[in-house]
């Protein structure tokens, strides 16, 4: 993400104590309206990222709730990307240009958990572990972007996010709800 580029540690030495602190390089970041699109930018980078990743959660879940939530999941971030474009669409501005490689770090370790089970109720659990780890990360980013778009104005945004923002905690909760009531105590008899 933007917020750390720009900024190198620096070791001074205040009357004999070492402290850390930071400086601001050339890429300072300043602009609070380039701020809220580059953190756009990273959520549009993390969508298309899920919906590379969710394919493979469907076709390795066993118990049908499950694999009937990741592909219902599947059709919304498609609709979660699809929003961001029109955001920025409006804007007159590209969605792309940034990696969000917290998403890739956790899409890496759902990829390990595939590799590593077999399917069944463990690895069933072990699938909604990450993707709850997944819907966090949403939920996080787009109640910061909503924020941001309220403060900058942006209505409409608002509006687009905020509805992203709620499908995602829906999702998060059908994932506790599905693990609660069914996956959990299969994978623990098993
Ligand atoms: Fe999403």
Redesign the pocket.
Known sequence: MIFWRGFSRIECSVKGVKTMTTTASKNELSDFNDLYLEQLRDLYSA?NQ?IKALPKLVAAATEPKLKEGFQLHLE??KE?AHRLEQIFSKLGDSPEGTTCKAMKGLIAEGQETLEEGKPGPVLDAALIAGAQRIEHY?IAAYGTVKTFAKHIGDKEAVSLLDQ?LNE?KATDEKLSTVAETVVNSKALKK
């Open positions: 969508e899920i919304q971030t979660h949403e992203t995602e």
